[in-house]
């Protein structure tokens, strides 16, 4: 299946796209849509999640934003100078990045926030397209091991040649630079499998790779 890098009106998958109308029933002044990626059109950094939050992305219309997960990020992106605001609150609110993009390996909010493989691998087809437009040398940050799993899957690694786990880099062979975070979700950094100091040090190294 051959897409664009985007199509807001995904219906692709039926369950999802079902689920986004039931709970843009419940919540009419929710965004409730596949959320489109945000940031540079030509990235240094792409950074790809799981899937948008009900009540973050999936309400504001911007990944990462609203809900709990988004603290430490944008807090991140700013102090490593990736945007111009520590705080992402609302998709006016006046935010920008500064050569990084903020994608999902899903587009649309999975029930329980639990997309399944055949979702999965379906959205799978924008994210083949979205890495086929970066230039050589460009990270890709992977928050958890779907979205690692999924980008290896895009560009057409195995996955047992290029395990994940918390603050590996793999050079590729198409010339990106595959980065691995634990997801900066609130049930990871309350219960310390991510902390802000193991955080910071892979966007320590993500930023003197790109300079």
Known sequence: MSLPVFDPD??????????????KGEHPDYFCRPVPPFGAKQPKLLIVGLAPGMHGANRTGRPFTGDYAGILLYETLHKFGFSNRPE???????LKLKQCRITNAVKCLPPANKPTGIEINTCNA?????????????????????????VLKALG?????????????????????????????????????L?????????????RHIG
Do not use: W
């Open 157 to 193: 690694l195995k996955l047992k040649d290029y395990p994940f786990g918390h603050g590996q880099f793999y050079f590729l062979p198409s010339g990106l630079v595959l980065a691995t975070s634990y997801h900066c979700s609130r049930y990871n950094t309350q219960t310390r499998r």
């Open 88 to 94: 992402s609150v609302a998709a006016d609110d006046g």
């Open 10 to 23: 995904c219906r692709y998958c039926k369950r999802l796209g079902s689920f986004l109308d039931e709970v």
């Open 126 to 150: 924008y994210l083949v397209q979205e890495l086929a437009g970066l230039r050589q040398g460009t990270v890709v940050l992977a928050l958890g091991s779907i979205a690692h799993n999924a």
């Open 195 to 207: 902390t802000e100091a193991m955080f910071h040090g892979v966007f320590r190294r993500i930023r």
